[in-house]
Nanobody
Framework: QVQLVESGGGLAQPGGSLRLSCIASGSPDDSDTIGWFRQAPQKREGVACISNKDGVFYADSGKGRFTISRDNAENTMYLQMNNLKPEDTGTYYC????????????????WGEGILVTVSS
């Protein structure tokens, strides 16, 4: 089992920055793929993921603006979000998959509770 806890959300102005953090506990080393998802009307959309085997994936919406990283020593994953836009608003979830997975919600096994990001002037 892996427990995930997000932090770092809140209100930002358009063009501003936020950094989300996700701390993993339990057996985080068992996870091959970890990532960030944003709640959409029908599903949670993959924003960015890191896979041990496939490297880094970014959704088109965040390319050039978002950076995902992980600190294995601290069991922590980050999402640096720069040049934020109002359409980045939403609830962001940290997720992990036991085995290699695409950056899709149905591939994940563990989820955090989610954290709200609001981009507004």
């Amino acid at each position: 089992q892996v427990q995930l806890v997000e932090s770092g959300g809140g209100l930002a102005q358009p063009g501003g920055s936020l950094r989300l953090s996700c701390i993993a506990s339990g057996s985080p080393d068992d996870s091959d793929t970890i990532g960030w998802f944003r709640q959409a009307p029908q599903k949670r959309e993959g924003v960015a993921c890191i896979s041990n085997k496939d490297g880094v994936f970014y959704a088109d919406s965040g390319k050039g603006r978002f950076t995902i990283s992980r600190d294995n020593a601290e069991n922590t994953m980050y999402l640096q979000m720069n040049n934020l836009k109002p359409e980045d608003t939403g609830t962001y979830y940290c997720a992990a998959a036991r085995i290699r997975s695409w950056c899709v919600d149905y591939g994940m096994d563990y989820w955090g509770e989610g954290i709200l990001v609001t981009v507004s002037s």
